[in-house]
Every structure is written in structure tokens, then in C-alpha cells.
């Protein structure tokens, strides 16, 4: 993620300096055009432009900074390396492509807003600029993406919480442990979108003029930037709805059931079917009697006192996890750490 936020510092001193060269150069020729001798007057309003999103630019990485001081002193997913990026994530700690998307736009919209704002009271201009009606329709798309790609999640995955281990990245361009074609090809419109974005506000910033200071706003975003976005929204999310889910073992909890009076071991995970298959815990098979859930999500066993009680005395010993589902055979191996079972391949 550090490389993304590179990215961002790189296209804003792209803009700055776009801003600067082509606004002077225009200058220099408006000043010849209308045969004046000194250019100041242009040159001192394409200054105040830089000075307002230099403002902007540093004002938006403070607050960033803070947040990220915030969030490193309030112990978020119980981590002892939480980071800024960690807002990605979703609820089972995984990297999240379409909040990924709604971070990145936040950032650039929030930049660009403050930066015309500021431009347009460096002139004398106190109002709000006005948001072009394709530019709510595109921050109600990177808003809405991330709704339902949690509703999606929901349905498919169980929540099993977070773990220590925070998966890479590079991870949300994948599918079932897969590079996924439809994920890469959000993530890069999204990319290829913010750059025709900060394309445009420099075409805009460039051509402006003292005289049309109040038409100064986000810039118009064009019908057919907004149908390619919502496409590629659309792939992304039907592409992860339709896609089927290969059995996984994700948590392994044990608990004590007052109503039974026994301790239930649950085993969570994703793609695990509704039939009942075999669930076997280091070498010991439970047959159907004590397996008292079976689903999609979450299976749920009784085992024997015996059983608890060996448990129990090789409490520091990494236990497997197999489960038989028709002819796949699923294994996981935890280790205990400070009493909560920790996946470890």
C-alpha cells in the first residue's frame, strides 16, 4: 500500500507541476496576445492555484497522519502492528478491492474539492463550487461498490473474525487463492480513472482565467468514464457472487454449552456444502450422532469428555483439522496462543 500512496504524492506533483508549466506558458501568451507588457498579474493568479492545493495536499496528509496516529493508539484488530492501510480490510481481515477503490477516490476527490475551494477564495470567491451531476453518480458508485461487495461476503464467506496474521495485499486481486482476471481489471480502471481525473483538473486549472474564477469546479466527468466505471464494478462484483467457493478451514473454537452441559468444538469455514461429510480432529473420527451442525459456513461437534480431557493436557500442541467432504479431503493445523487456536497453513 505504500506503493499506492507513492502513486498519489507522484500524480499530485504531476498536477502541480502541470499546473505551473502549461498555466505559465499560457500566460506568456495571453499577456503577448493582448499586447501587454507585463504578465504579473497572470503569473500571481496561476501562484495562488499552487499555493491552494499545495495547502489542500498537505492538509489532506496531515489529517491522514492522524488518523493513523489514532488508530496505532486505539489497538485496532487487536494487532501489535496496526497500520493506516488496516481500513481496507474487511471483517474477516482480508484486503478489500472495492473499499481499496472508495479509499483511493476519497483521497483524490477530497485533494481536488479543498484545492478548488481554496483557489476560489484566494480570488475573492466564498461559495461552495457546485458538483457536476456525473460526479455524484461516480462517488455514489465507489460508495455503493463496497455495500455490496459486504452483502456478497455475507452470503458466501463465515465471519470468523480477524486473525494476527494479516493476508498480503496483493491478495485482493485474487479468487479462491487464484489471480483473478475481473479483480485485476477493476483494480487497474481504477487506477486508469483517477489518472484521466487529475488529467482533466489540470486541462481545467490551466485554462483558467481570472475572469471565469466562478465557473471554477471538479471537473465534468464524461458519460462514457462513468459507464466504463460502473462496468467494471459490475464485472468485479457478479464475477465474486457467481464464483464458487473451494472448501476452506478458516477458525477452530471451543466453547462450553450450558444447554447441552458439554463442551462444543466449532469449526468455521467457507464452502464446507450441507451434507454431512467426516470431521476428524488429530486422529480421532466423529461419527453423525455427535456432530450437531453441518452447513455452508459452521460445523458444530460434542466430542468425549476423554477427548477434551487430552486436549486439554497438550494444551500447547498444534492440533489438525480434517474434514472429508465427498472426495476432498480438507486439512488445517492450529496452534494455541494465549488460549485462542491460531491458523497456521
Given at each position: 500500500?505504500?506503493?499506492?500512496?507513492?502513486?498519489?504524492?507522484?500524480?499530485?506533483?504531476?498536477?502541480?507541476?502541470?499546473?505551473?508549466?502549461?498555466?505559465?506558458?499560457?500566460?506568456?501568451?495571453?499577456?503577448?496576445?493582448?499586447?501587454?507588457?507585463d504578465?504579473?498579474?497572470?503569473?500571481?493568479?496561476?501562484?495562488?492555484?499552487v499555493?491552494?492545493?499545495?495547502?489542500?495536499?498537505?492538509?489532506?496528509?496531515?489529517?491522514?497522519?492522524?488518523?493513523?496516529?489514532?488508530?496505532?493508539?486505539?489497538q485496532f484488530?487487536?494487532?501489535?502492528?496496526?497500520?493506516?492501510?488496516?481500513?481496507?480490510?474487511?471483517?474477516?481481515?482480508?484486503?478489500?478491492?472495492?473499499?481499496?477503490?472508495?479509499?483511493?477516490?476519497?483521497?483524490?476527490?477530497?485533494?481536488?474539492?479543498?484545492?478548488?475551494?481554496?483557489?476560489?477564495?484566494?480570488?475573492?470567491?466564498?461559495?461552495?463550487?457546485?458538483?457536476d451531476?456525473?460526479?455524484?453518480?461516480?462517488?455514489?458508485?465507489?460508495?455503493?461498490?463496497?455495500?455490496?461487495?459486504?452483502?456478497?461476503?455475507?452470503?458466501?464467506?463465515?465471519?470468523a473474525?480477524?486473525?494476527?496474521?494479516?493476508?498480503?495485499?496483493?491478495?485482493?486481486?485474487?479468487?479462491?487463492?487464484?489471480?483473478?482476471?475481473?479483480?485485476?481489471?477493476?483494480?487497474l480502471?481504477?487506477?486508469?480513472?483517477i489518472v484521466?481525473?487529475?488529467?482533466?483538473?489540470?486541462?481545467?486549472?490551466?485554462?483558467?482565467?481570472?475572469d471565469?474564477?466562478?465557473?471554477?469546479?471538479?471537473?465534468?466527468?464524461?458519460?462514457?468514464?462513468?459507464?466504463?466505471?460502473?462496468?467494471?464494478?459490475?464485472?468485479?462484483?457478479?464475477?465474486?457472487?457467481?464464483?464458487?467457493?473451494?472448501?476452506?478451514?478458516?477458525?477452530?473454537?471451543?466453547?462450553?454449552?450450558?444447554?447441552?452441559?458439554?463442551e462444543?468444538?466449532?469449526?468455521l469455514?467457507?464452502?464446507l456444502?450441507?451434507?454431512?461429510?467426516?470431521?476428524?480432529?488429530?486422529?480421532?473420527?466423529?461419527?453423525?450422532?455427535?456432530?450437531l451442525?453441518?452447513?455452508?459456513?459452521?460445523?458444530?461437534?460434542?466430542?468425549?469428555?476423554?477427548?477434551?480431557?487430552?486436549?486439554?493436557?497438550?494444551?500447547?500442541?498444534?492440533?489438525?483439522?480434517?474434514?472429508?467432504?465427498?472426495?476432498?479431503?480438507?486439512?488445517?493445523?492450529?496452534?494455541?496462543?494465549?488460549?485462542?487456536?491460531?491458523?497456521?497453513n
Amino acid at each position: 500500500m505504500y506503493v499506492s500512496f507513492i502513486i498519489i504524492i507522484l500524480l499530485s506533483c504531476m498536477l502541480f507541476g502541470s499546473i505551473y508549466y502549461t498555466f505559465g506558458v499560457y500566460a506568456q501568451s495571453s499577456a503577448l496576445i493582448n499586447n501587454l507588457n507585463d504578465p504579473q498579474l497572470l503569473l500571481d493568479f496561476r501562484e495562488k492555484i499552487v499555493v491552494a492545493f499545495v495547502i489542500a495536499f498537505f492538509t489532506v496528509l496531515s489529517v491522514t497522519l492522524a488518523v493513523n496516529k489514532w488508530i496505532k493508539e486505539k489497538q485496532f484488530l487487536n494487532s501489535p502492528n496496526r497500520k493506516f492501510w488496516h481500513i481496507i480490510l474487511d471483517s474477516n481481515c482480508y484486503p478489500s478491492l472495492s473499499l481499496f477503490q472508495f479509499t483511493m477516490w476519497t483521497f483524490v476527490i477530497s485533494f481536488a474539492y479543498l484545492g478548488i475551494y481554496l483557489t476560489r477564495i484566494l480570488n475573492g470567491q466564498l461559495e461552495l463550487a457546485p458538483l457536476d451531476g456525473n460526479m455524484m453518480i461516480l462517488l455514489g458508485l465507489s460508495v455503493s461498490a463496497p455495500i455490496i461487495n459486504k452483502v456478497i461476503s455475507n452470503v458466501k464467506y463465515s465471519n470468523a473474525g480477524c486473525e494476527n496474521t494479516i493476508p498480503k495485499y496483493s491478495s485482493m486481486l485474487e479468487e479462491n487463492d487464484k489471480f483473478s482476471l475481473t479483480r485485476f481489471q477493476f483494480f487497474l480502471w481504477t487506477w486508469v480513472s483517477i489518472v484521466i481525473f487529475f488529467g482533466i483538473l489540470s486541462y481545467d486549472l490551466a485554462t483558467l482565467s481570472v475572469d471565469n474564477i466562478k465557473e471554477l469546479r471538479l471537473p465534468e466527468i464524461n458519460d462514457t468514464l462513468i459507464v466504463l466505471m460502473g462496468i467494471s464494478q459490475a464485472g468485479y462484483l457478479g464475477a465474486k457472487a457467481v464464483t464458487k467457493i473451494n472448501p476452506t478451514i478458516t477458525k477452530f473454537l471451543r466453547n462450553f454449552n450450558s444447554v447441552k452441559n458439554k463442551e462444543v468444538w466449532t469449526i468455521l469455514g467457507n464452502g464446507l456444502g450441507n451434507e454431512y461429510g467426516k470431521a476428524i480432529v488429530n486422529t480421532t473420527e466423529f461419527d453423525q450422532e455427535q456432530i450437531l451442525r453441518w452447513n455452508d459456513k459452521v460445523i458444530e461437534i460434542i466430542p468425549e469428555s476423554s477427548l477434551v480431557s487430552a486436549l486439554q493436557k497438550a494444551k500447547d500442541d498444534p492440533i489438525l483439522l480434517r474434514l472429508i467432504i465427498g472426495a476432498r479431503v480438507i486439512e488445517s493445523k492450529f496452534e494455541t496462543k494465549d488460549g485462542t487456536y491460531i491458523k497456521t497453513n
